[in-house]
């Protein structure tokens, strides 16, 4: 656990990323052992999703193969058909007469106006699912945080790098790890206080004007045998670690998603695992701006 402080700690995580530095856009991709049970949760007014419906409780199909999260917009929703094809590939899926049929629920940041106007592709997606790994994640501006930016709302010349950050947090015998794509229109602040982006003075109006488009996407994994419901428990003390590093956060700009995903039989208290779910979120997202 020492060596590795990302959510690649969780046994049998794997995270790939493909990145275009001239469109400043990319796509990364987050490989799940299964059995596994995830959910979602989105507080942000403007989230761009794919297969997202099947995470609620009570739905049919528990476990995904995989998540990914892309620059590019809504176009970039097209990297999981990729993605996709790949994991077919290897026969994983749900299971059905024709054959498996992978789970691949996506999310996406807008980053069009940062580099050329350019989004990932489903080839994107398959390279950025090929160059997987259970190594500690590369973060920074890479994959899907190629483009990532922070404090858009007092006006352009505030505007900082952001991009991915990661962290894991052990509780007992079990892990907890993040990964987060910092895309978010306000400024971001640590837990003791202090700013690391920031503070922007907004204008009159300035919030989400044109382009100006924003999302912070968050995947949470453990080892910890958790139910969907402890899963959407996780999920809110997650997002309270945007709000508490995030000033706004959950904005009608912002498409801030929090995905939780239990992939592991160990044992562990919720609400201890809520605590460090917290911690690895807010540590996540300033080293997102550190490594930016």
């Known amino acids: 656990m020492a060596s590795n402080q990302t959510i690649t700690a969780v046994p049998g995580i ?22 596994n049970r995830a959910v979602m949760e989105a507080r ?24 990914v999260f892309s620059g590019g917009s ?22 059905t007469p024709a054959g498996p049929v992978p789970i691949v629920p996506a999310a996406i940041v807008y980053d069009l106006i940062v580099g050329e106007a350019k ?28 483009g990532a930016t922070v404090s858009k709302w007092g006006g352009f010349d505030q505007i900082r790098k952001a991009g991915i950050g990661s962290s894991a947090v052990r509780i007992g015998d079990a ?5 987060v794509v910092l895309n978010a229109v ?23 004007l044109g382009p100006r488009e924003n999302t912070t996407l968050v995947a949470v994994a453990t080892d910890a045998q958790f139910t969907k419901s402890d899963l959407l ?17 959950h904005t009608r700009y912002d498409g801030d998603i929090v995905f939780a995903v ?20 807010a540590t996540a997202i300033v080293g997102a701006v550190d490594n930016g």
């Not at 892990?175 to 990964?179: D, K, N, Q, R, Y």
């Not at 602040?189 to 907004?202: A, C």
């Not at 428990?233 to 956060?249: F, M």
Request: net charge negative; proline share 7%.
């Open 233 to 249: 428990r996780l999920s809110v003390r997650s997002h309270d670690a945007l709000g508490a590093t995030l000033r706004p956060a």
């Open 262 to 281: 239990s992939c592991g039989d160990k044992t562990a208290d919720l609400d201890l695992a809520g605590e460090a779910a917290f911690e690895a979120v």
């Open 44 to 67: 942000g007014g403007a989230p761009g999703t794919r297969e997202t419906a099947l995470l609620a409780p009570g739905m049919k199909v528990e476990t995904i193969q995989a998540l």
């Open 119 to 146: 989004a990932p592709d489903a080839a994107a997606g398959v390279s950025a699912y090929q160059a997987r790994s259970g190594d500690p994640v590369t973060t920074g501006s890479v994959g899907a945080g190629t």
């Open 186 to 208: 306000g400024d971001v602040m640590d837990l003791e206080g202090n700013w690391v982006s920031g503070p922007s003075e907004p204008g009159p109006g300035s919030i989400g």
């Open 14 to 35: 794997e995270v790939g990323h493909w990145t275009d530095l001239d469109a400043a856009t990319g796509v990364t991709v987050i490989n799940l052992p299964e059995p």
């Open 74 to 95: 809504a176009f970039g929703l097209a990297t999981a058909d990729g993605v996709m094809k790949e994991l077919a590939a290897a026969g994983r899926g749900h299971p």
């Open 175 to 179: 892990t907890i790890g993040v990964l």
